[in-house]
């Protein structure tokens, strides 16, 4: 059932009971009321009983006029009362005896009066009279005995009704308040199982997509506001995985496109590495050419001449063979074993030049007896190329420009640190999660791709390794580990 | 939440079980003798026997059957019944001859129960043509202090009438023989004699004169040494008292069957009794009332008016029935 029809049915009982026990109530409340009234009466009843019967015997005493009309009076107040207590309960088989019984009474003391008048008559037999006086006199008390009897019982019955009918609404609140607060406890225990029970299978699936497993999907049974929910959940996590899949299409495509773009921007620098030897060899030679035209050359300035030129030849042999070396793309074809100063000095020859004009100080320190490793080395290469070339940019602007780059042999001699350490401060913490993702760059467009270290940080996964930045270190540095010996 | 209720229920089922068990625990009913009336106003002793309520409560009743309450009172002075149905003119007397009885309690009033049948053709159609007119009477019943009330109320005394002694079965025949010209007498031959008499027959009767009462008598010894039993009957006979009020059709039949009587004719009269098991300022201003006029006429030789209070055992009657005992509550003395 949906939780909003289970939530209906609750109200919905709530209510019913609400109204029974309403009626209840109101039922018992009339009830009371009447009950109370009734002993109201009762009670005034009683009194006005008092005072007629203190008449009565004022007037069996001294057969005066005064107190016989006085409880006429009394009587007929008494009479209304009645009337009162008949309109109220008058189907009561009490106060119709009672009821009766004052008639009777009535009717006795009124023929006691008309008695009176034979008893002081000048009657021969007057004697008989107040002989029947005694007789009626007798007879009036049993029936007043009778209703007082009646009142009593009445007023008594009456006051168990006002506590019963007190008791029954005292009763109705309190099972009213019961019973409600049972609903509302059930209802809340019953949801709240419900929904912790179903939002649980969301929960662990939320987890689960999370975790990257966008395949997973969301089952629950049943046909409720939760199952609506899962299954827009499902189709949520299936768009995601369309667009996930999607997305990793075009990263793998720009990686591509990013690695094209490294090589051009390599493809410049290298043109302009080799640039300068040309340029000294051009200008040897042409120097060499013009004095040979004027004068005979000594052989040592020959010497010298061609030497320069030979070392500017040897220069643009060592571009050349980075070259051949970094342009080699696929990993497995380009393991080797190499040595890591052999690495260190092609890569100089590469960025050596750009540093040196930026008047940027490069240490490079490497364990004594050099250090071999079996890996690709184009790829380290363009990993430190990479890295080289950012701690470059980063301090460009710093009074204090140094990049130093470390390797070590890890104690357990498997693997081999390689650390990049710049000048500057470290990367602040709010941009260091972001820094490893593709085409995030902090420089201007056309001058970063921001593919650098996500290329570089895949390049030494690829390779076996861990790629992170070192927080400890109070100036950047990017850190990465890789196996000495590759392993295929 | 069902499991619950069902069980719930279980157990009500089990404890009701239970109790019906212990309930109908067998013990020795206790035998008693009741001398009661085939009248109208033995009708509670009738109904709790026949509807059992004396073996409910544990006694077998034997009964011992009379003609009217006097004789019942004399069986019990004799030891023959150990409880007697009276009214309470018969217990006056014995009162009044130091009989050492106690009443127990009322279980009938009437004022309607009473009255004098006379015969047309004897030239009675008022009341004061009873002026010497030989009237039937039971000497020192109901019947006979009635006679004098009535006597009274129209202007009369015992010495204006010839008063016959007649036993209350024997009215009917001696009205027939023209043997009285008048009886006082009660039901149910009040009632079949007027029939008899049809047109011919004329009622006197004065519902302001006399106030009847039916009681639960016994020997003082008998009850002082058997508390208990005097609570059972006087249980007994409450539950017959609910019975009556509840199915008055009912005790009618019962009335009819055991009573020998037409079911119309127990239907006449029922109504001028009121079936109250009760102890009232009745029972003690009848007797007063009753005592005064048996020392006027010299029916005794006491001189004084007894104090009957001392006569009355409400012990059972209290406990059985708080409510039903109403001489704690004088209107007269508020
Ligand atoms: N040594 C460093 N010191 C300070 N910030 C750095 C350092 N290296 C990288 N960064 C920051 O990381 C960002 C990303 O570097 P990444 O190499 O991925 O891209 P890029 O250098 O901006 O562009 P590309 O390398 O493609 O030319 C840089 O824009 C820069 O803000
Ligand atoms: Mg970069």
């Known amino acids: ?488 | 939440m069902f499991r619950v209720f069902f069980l719930l229920l279980m157990g009500l089922l089990v404890s009701s079980c239970n109790k019906h068990i212990f309930a109908k625990a067998p013990s020795p009913l206790k035998k008693i003798t009741i001398a009661y009336t085939f009248q109208p106003q033995s009708t509670l002793i009738h109904v709790a026997k026949e509807k059992g309520f004396f073996a409910e409560e544990g006694l077998e009743v034997v009964p011992l059957m009379h003609q009217y309450g006097k004789t019942a009172l004399r069986s019990v002075l004799e030891n023959e019944a150990d409880l007697a149905t009276v009214a309470e003119t018969p217990l006056l007397f014995s009162i009044l001859n130091d009989d050492k009885i106690f009443i127990l309690s009322t279980i009938v009033a009437s004022s309607q129960n009473s009255a004098i049948i006379a015969r047309k053709d004897a030239g009675i159609s008022k009341a004061h043509h009873l002026k010497g007119k030989k009237i039937g009477v039971t000497p020192l019943t109901t019947g006979d202090f009635f006679l004098d009330s009535l006597l009274i109320a129209n202007g009369m005394t015992r010495k204006d009438i010839i008063p016959v002694p007649v036993l209350p079965d024997d009215m009917e025949e001696a009205l027939k023989l023209k043997k009285i010209d008048a009886a006082s007498t009660w039901n149910y031959p009040l009632t079949q004699i007027k029939h008899l008499l049809g047109d011919n027959g004329i009622l006197f009767f004065d519902e302001d004169i006399y106030t009847e009462t039916f009681n639960l008598a016994s020997k003082q010894d008998f009850v002082t040494k058997n508390p208990e039993i005097i609570k059972q009957l006087i249980r007994a006979v409450v539950k017959a008292q609910e019975f009556v009020k509840n199915h008055p059709k009912e005790a009618q039949e019962i009335m009819a069957r055991v009573t020998n009587k037409t079911p119309e004719l127990i239907k006449e009269v029922w109504n001028s009794f009121s079936f109250n098991v009760t102890l009232d300022q009745t029972i003690l201003i009848t007797l007063e009332d009753e005592a005064r006029w048996a020392i006027k006429n010299k029916l005794t030789d006491k001189t004084k008016v007894p104090d009957f209070k001392k006569f009355i055992y409400a012990d059972a009657l209290k406990s059985v029935s708080p409510s039903a005992y109403k001489l704690n509550r004088v209107e007269n003395e508020n």
């Open chain 1, 1 to 488: 059932m949906r939780i909003k029809n289970q939530l209906h049915t609750i109200s919905t009982l709530a209510i019913i009971v609400l109204i029974i026990f309403i009626s209840f109530f109101i039922l018992s409340a009339s009830r009371y009321k009447t009950a109370k009234s009734v002993l109201n009466i009762a009670d005034e009843v009683q009194i006005k009983f008092f005072v007629s019967t203190s008449l009565r015997d004022q007037y069996l005493l001294y057969r005066e006029d005064r107190p016989k009309e006085q409880w006429v009076l009394v009587n007929q107040n008494l009479d209304n009362l009645l009337e009162n207590l008949q309109a109220l309960k008058g189907e009561d088989k009490n106060i119709k005896d009672i009821v009766e019984a004052k008639k009777k009474g009535s009717a006795l003391f009124q023929r006691i009066i008309a008695n009176t008048s034979l008893i002081k008559s000048s009657l021969p037999n007057k004697q008989v009279y107040s002989e029947l006086d005694n007789r009626l006199i007798s007879q009036m008390y049993i029936r007043h005995n009778e209703f007082f009897n009646g009142v009593q019982e009445i007023r008594s019955g009456t006051e168990k009704e006002v506590e019963k009918t007190y008791r029954n609404l005292i009763t109705a609140i309190t099972v009213l308040a019961v019973i409600l607060s049972f609903i509302v406890i059930f209802s809340s225990w019953h949801l709240n199982r419900l929904i912790s029970r179903r939002l649980e299978i969301l929960h662990v699936g939320a987890d689960i997509i999370s975790q990257g497993k966008l395949e997973y999907r969301i089952n629950i049974e049943g046909e409720d506001e939760f199952s609506d929910l899962a299954t827009s959940f499902n189709s949520m996590t299936s768009k995601l995985q369309m667009n996930n899949e999607q997305l990793e299409l075009e990263r793998a495509r720009s990686v591509q496109n990013a690695k094209l773009a490294s090589l051009g921007e390599m493809s410049a620098s290298i043109a302009h590495e080799i640039n300068n030897p040309l340029s000294v060899i051009q200008l040897t030679n042409s120097r060499l050419l013009e004095k040979i035209k004027k004068e005979q050359l000594a052989t040592d300035t020959i010497v010298h001449s061609l030497e320069k030129n030979q070392g500017a030849v040897d220069r643009i042999n060592k571009i050349i063979k980075g070259l051949t070396n970094l342009s080699r793309d696929a990993v497995n074809e380009d393991i080797q074993v190499f040595s890591v100063e052999n690495m260190m000095e092609q890569v100089l020859s590469l960025v050596g030049q750009k540093l040196n004009y930026a008047n940027v100080e490069l240490r490079v320190l490497i364990p004594p007896g050099d250090l071999f490793i079996e890996s690709s080395l184009t790829q380290i290469s363009q990993v430190l190329i990479n890295l080289i070339n950012n701690a470059h940019d980063a301090i460009a602007n710093l009074p204090e420009k140094w990049i130093q780059v470390e390797f070590k042999l890890m104690p357990e001699s498997a693997l081999v640190q390689c650390s990049v350490t710049d000048s500057g401060n470290g990367i602040p913490p709010e941009i260091a999660e972001k820094i490893m993702q593709p085409f995030f760059t902090t420089k201007e467009v056309g001058k970063g791709t921001g593919l650098g270290l996500s290329i570089s940080k895949e390049i030494i996964e690829t390779l076996g390794g861990k790629f992170y930045i070192d927080h400890e270190c109070p100036h950047t540095c990017f850190v990465f580990e890789l196996p000495k010996i590759f392993n295929r």
